[in-house]
Nanobody, 122 residues
Framework: DVQLVESGGGSVQAGESLELTCRYT????????LAWFRQGPGKEREGVAG???????AYEDAVKGRFTISKDKAKNILDLQMNSLKPEDTAQYYC?????????????????WGQGTQVTVS
């Protein structure tokens, strides 16, 4: 089956960086999409960045130029490098996996989710 475990969250000052890691297990899947979502206090969950099995990436406008999504297929690791963090980036961050095409930010297509990791920027 598919399992996702996030790590790397924490509390930082505005302008600093954090790297989130999601260790995933996905046996026998060749076409997939991995993504990071976040849910801030009092906000709806939103897409942050996505990457597919061909390493094509996409980002939410608010994080373009600051966040970088990447994956290491050999190690089954999904990363989110977050630079120039802002207080509005404060949220619970989740990684998710899907095996359908379409819009990477469509939460409804992701059946597999991690437990989340908290990022706080002050």
């Amino acid at each position: 089956d598919v399992q996702l475990v996030e790590s790397g969250g924490g509390s930082v000052q505005a302008g600093e960086s954090l790297e989130l890691t999601c260790r995933y297990t996905m046996y026998h899947y060749s076409d997939y999409c991995l993504a990071w979502f976040r849910q801030g206090p009092g906000k709806e969950r939103e897409g942050v960045a996505g990457i597919d099995s061909h390493s094509r990436t996409a980002y939410e406008d608010a994080v373009k130029g600051r966040f970088t999504i990447s994956k290491d297929k050999a190690k089954n690791i999904l990363d989110l490098q977050m630079n120039s963090l802002k207080p509005e980036d404060t949220a619970q961050y989740y990684c998710a996996a899907a095996f359908l095409g379409g819009d990477w930010s469509d939460q409804g297509k992701y059946p597999y989710w991690g437990q989340g990791t908290q990022v706080t920027v002050s």
